[in-house]
């Protein structure tokens, strides 16, 4: 996993406070489709997480917030 990462991710910021946190991953060129290029945003305020996409369609954030859901996470709605 850790590879792959380092071949998709092109650029990474994470901070939290042992509450809340925010991870912001900057996709590179060998990301598939939409998520080629695109920044994904994580927000947990403590009770839920919130993802947006930059550079990709309300569709792809949609799958992606699914995906999560589907792996027992809290996700919002936004």
């Known amino acids: 996993m850790q590879a792959l990462a380092v071949a998709l991710v092109e ?3 994470v ?3 042992g509450e ?3 991870a912001r991953l900057r996709l590179g060129s060998r990301a598939k489709g939409e998520l080629a290029h695109a920044t ?3 927000e947990h305020d403590g009770e839920r ?3 947006r996409v930059d550079g990709g ?3 792809l ?3 992606l917030r699914e995906r999560l859901r589907a792996r027992g996470l809290p996700v919002a709605d936004d």
């Open 11 to 13: 650029r990474a910021a």
């Open 15 to 17: 901070w939290g406070d």
């Open 20 to 22: 809340r946190g925010v």
């Open 40 to 42: 994904v945003l994580l």
């Open 49 to 51: 997480l919130r993802l």
């Open 57 to 59: 369609s309300c569709e």
């Open 61 to 63: 954030a949609d799958h």
